[in-house]
C-alpha cells in the first residue's frame, strides 16, 4: 500500500515539475527568482543546521536573495517568518525556485526539494545548474550507503571532525572540493548551562524496519519493549527520587508517530513531542543524555557534556539499520557503553555522583574529536558557498 501510495506521488510530482519548467522560461528575470538561495529542512521544520544558517545569512548578509521551504502547518514557521521571506512547501512557487535558485541549502539530501523521495530518485533527470549544498543533518559516524556520491547530486558536504572527513573522503566516492571541513552550522548556538537543569535526556534513535510498519509490529518489537520498560522501571524511580532528577523522553523524528505507545507511571519521566519541543533547546537544558547511537552525542560532546550509550541490541542495528563505520562508541565514544538497565543505571549514578563531570578518558576524546570549536561555523560554510560561486 505505501509503495502504491508514492507511486501516485510521484506521478503528480512529475506532471508539477514539467509545468513549472515551461512556466520558469516567463519569471526566470524577475527579482524574485534572481540569484536565489533556498533553504530548509525536511519542509516540515526550522530547528536545525539549516535554520541556523538562515538566520545567519539574515543577520550577516541580507543583500543574499534567500527564501526558507517550510509548510503553513509547521510549529516552527512563526520564528523563522520574522527572519524573511518564506515559501510554501510542495506549492507550485515551490517547484519554481527549485528550478531557478542559484543555490540549494539543506541539512537532508534532497531536503530543498518538493518531495525528498521523488528528487532523490529522478532529480538527475532534470537539468539543474544550481549548487547544492548539504549541511548535514548532523555528524556521520557510520557508513550511509544513501550518501555515496553515486547515490547523490550534491556540489558541497560539510564535514566538522577530521575523522569524520577522512572517513568519507576514502569511503563515499566524491571528488576533491566537495568535501568542506566547516562545522555543523547549529553548533554556533550550542552553550552550556551554567547551573545544573536536574534533567536527563534520553533520546534513542529509529530502527528502519521500524519506519513503515504497523503499530501493531512496533508494539511488538524489542525496541519499544526495551525502551517502554526503562521509562517503567523502579531502579530508574528511585534514581531520580534520590538525585531530584526529570528524565525526558524525545525519540527520534520517525519513531514519533508512535510516541502515544509509550506509557509512564512514574511523574519525574516526561515524554517529550516533535511539535513541542526543540532538540537543541532540550540539549541545551539537560545534564546527561542517554542514546543508544544517535549521532546527536556530538552536539553533547561539542558542550563537554556527558553521556551514556544504551545499546541493547548492537549486531542487530549495525545489520539491518546503518553499517558500522570509523567510530566504534567502545573504543571512540565520550561516555560508557551498556546493554542492560542495570548498568545504564550504575552509569547514570556515577556522573551524578561525579558532579556530572565526565571521566577524564571521555573529556580528552571530546577535547582531540572536533576540529573546531568555536561560534564560527555559519561563517564558514558561507565562505566555503561563495569560493564555489
Not at 530548509?40 to 526558507?68: C, M, Q, T
Not at 517502554?228 to 538525585?243: C, M, Q, T
Not at 561516555?335 to 543505571?345: F, N, P, R, S
Request: charged content about 30%.
Amino acid at each position: 500500500m505505501y509503495k502504491f501510495k508514492r507511486l501516485f506521488v510521484y506521478i503528480r510530482v512529475l506532471f508539477v515539475m514539467v509545468a513549472a519548467e515551461v512556466v520558469s522560461l516567463f519569471v526566470r528575470r524577475k527579482p524574485a527568482y534572481e540569484k536565489l538561495w533556498i533553504v530548509s529542512e525536511r519542509g516540515v521544520d526550522a530547528r536545525d543546521n539549516s535554520y541556523h544558517f538562515f538566520k545567519y545569512l539574515r543577520r550577516e548578509h541580507p543583500e543574499i536573495n534567500a527564501v526558507y521551504i517550510i509548510t503553513e502547518d509547521s510549529p516552527d514557521r512563526d520564528k523563522v517568518a520574522s527572519l524573511g521571506t518564506l515559501v510554501k512547501y510542495g506549492s507550485f512557487r515551490h517547484y519554481l525556485c527549485y528550478i531557478l535558485a542559484q543555490v540549494k541549502v539543506s541539512t537532508h539530501i534532497d531536503g530543498y526539494s518538493p518531495d525528498i523521495l521523488f528528487f532523490h530518485k529522478f532529480g538527475r533527470f532534470f537539468p539543474d545548474k544550481s549548487k547544492k549544498i548539504f549541511l548535514q543533518h548532523g555528524i556521520i559516524k557510520d557508513d550511509l550507503a544513501f550518501c555515496h556520491a553515486d547515490q547523490t547530486d550534491i556540489d558541497m558536504f560539510v564535514c566538522s571532525a577530521v575523522p569524520e572527513y577522512e572517513f568519507i573522503d576514502q569511503t563515499f566516492g566524491y571528488p576533491k572540493g566537495v568535501l568542506q571541513l566547516t562545522g555543523l552550522c547549529r553548533y554556533d548556538n550550542l552553550k552550556k548551562t551554567e547551573q545544573p537543569t536536574r534533567k536527563l535526556l534520553f533520546m534513542p534513535t529509529w530502527r528502519s524496519e521500524l519506519r513503515t510498519g504497523s503499530r501493531h509490529a512496533f508494539l511488538e518489537s524489542d525496541y519499544f519493549k526495551t525502551y517502554n520498560a526503562l521509562l517503567n522501571s523502579e531502579k530508574l524511580a528511585e534514581l531520580l527520587r534520590a538525585y531530584d532528577y526529570e528524565l525526558v523522553f524525545y525519540p527520534h523524528y520517525e519513531i514519533q508517530r508512535f510516541l502515544d505507545c509509550f506509557q509512564c507511571c512514574d511523574p519525574r519521566v516526561k515524554i517529550a513531542d516533535f511539535k513541542n519541543n526543540d532538540v537543541q533547546e532540550l540539549l541545551i537544558n539537560s545534564d546527561v543524555l542517554i542514546t543508544d547511537y544517535s549521532s546527536v552525542f556530538f552536539d553533547y560532546a561539542y558542550m563537554r557534556k556527558p553521556a551514556v550509550y544504551y545499546q541493547f541490541d548492537e549486531e542487530a542495528f549495525h545489520a539491518n539499520h546503518y553499517p558500522k563505520g570509523y567510530f566504534d562508541q567502545a573504543k571512540d565514544g565520550f561516555g560508557d557503553v551498556v546493554e542492560t538497565q542495570d548498568a545504564l543505571i550504575d552509569s547514570l549514578r556515577h556522573i551524578l555522583d561525579n558532579d556530572l563531570k565526565p571521566d577524564d578518558l571521555y573529556l580528552d576524546r571530546m577535547n582531540s574529536f572536533f576540529k573546531f570549536n568555536d561560534t564560527e561555523n555559519c561563517k564558514r560554510v558561507y565562505e566555503a558557498i561563495c569560493r564555489m560561486l
